[in-house]
């Protein structure tokens, strides 16, 4: 989990993503800045709040600035791409698939719904999500617009 080979050296992993994601990521945030964001992370995540929103500090006082505000993620004309969505995953909210799946675009964004709990849901040993996601990686069988494994 953290990163350490059997022989007692440590991957570059971390450091590689906050690298990406600072190069990636434009907005730079304060202590202000997080100050008057808490109280709605905390309405958002009990949980998490407080980690998630003073980990938007990471980039404050890094030397090289983002590219992007706002990524662009439309695919006009790609292939359906599915987005799963699990609506008790505690660290990637339903939300965000709902308005992926609605960003890549109308055809392109096509959302499978998991009513579970826990963090991911390939995984989760739920049926219908393995199946689903299974006949469209390997048979290309795009499962119905807003379709619910629960």
């Known amino acids: 989990m953290n990163g350490r ?3 007692g050296r440590y991957s570059t992993l971390q450091s590689a993503l906050a690298a990406i994601t600072c190069a990636d990521f434009k907005q730079r945030y304060t202590v202000a800045d997080i100050e ?3 109280p709605t992370f905390r309405k958002v995540s009990p949980v998490f709040g407080d980690m998630m929103a003073w980990g938007l500090t990471q980039c404050t006082d890094w030397p090289v600035h983002g590219a992007w505000t706002t990524p662009d993620v439309s695919a ?40 579970g709990e826990g963090h991911g849901a390939y995984d989760s040993g739920n049926t219908c999500v393995r199946q689903t996601v299974n006949a469209y990686l390997l048979q290309g069988t795009v499962p119905p617009k807003g379709k619910v494994c629960a």
């Not at 109308?106 to 009513?115: E, R």
């Open 5 to 7: 080979g059997p022989d």
């Open 36 to 38: 008057r964001k808490l």
């Open 76 to 115: 006009e004309g790609a292939a359906p791409i599915l987005v799963v969505g699990n609506t008790g995953d505690p660290a990637t909210p339903y939300e965000g698939a709902a308005r992926m799946a609605k960003e890549l675009g109308p055809g392109v964004g096509v959302q499978l719904i998991y009513k």
